[in-house]
């Protein structure tokens, strides 16, 4: 017998012994990832509808230039608050997977 044969019959050996086939679980579903790449997306998207029009490249490169720094100020306490509450989520979502995972075992 050869090598691989040999291997290839202890491992069928080791997971007969486990069980370990018997009742595999599901793959679990990444709601973090789901929700960050809708995030994304939905920047990406804005900014590609942003930049294929003329009149609205200027619209927002006359918005940018007139900011005052209350406004600027404003806007980055907008933005920590948006990942604040997307972190929120993506920790709601992963509670519950939890949950579920623990009333299936």
């Not at 017998?1 to 009742?23: G, K, L, N, V």
């Not at 720094?69 to 992963?94: D, E, K």
Request: proline residues 4%; aromatic residues 4%.
């Amino acid at each position: 017998m050869s090598t691989e044969s040999i291997q290839d019959t202890e491992s069928i050996q080791r997971i007969q012994e486990h069980d370990i086939s018997a009742d595999p679980t599901p793959p679990r579903t990444r709601g973090a990832a789901i929700i960050w790449g809708l995030l994304f997306a939905a920047i990406a998207a804005y900014g590609l509808w942003t930049v294929s029009d003329d009149t609205r490249r200027d619209g927002i490169a006359d918005w940018v230039t007139t900011l005052t720094p209350t406004t600027v100020v404003s806007l980055l306490l907008l933005a920590v608050g948006v990942l604040i509450l997307v972190g929120g989520a993506v920790g709601l979502i992963r509670h519950a997977q939890r949950r579920a995972l623990a009333a299936r075992l």
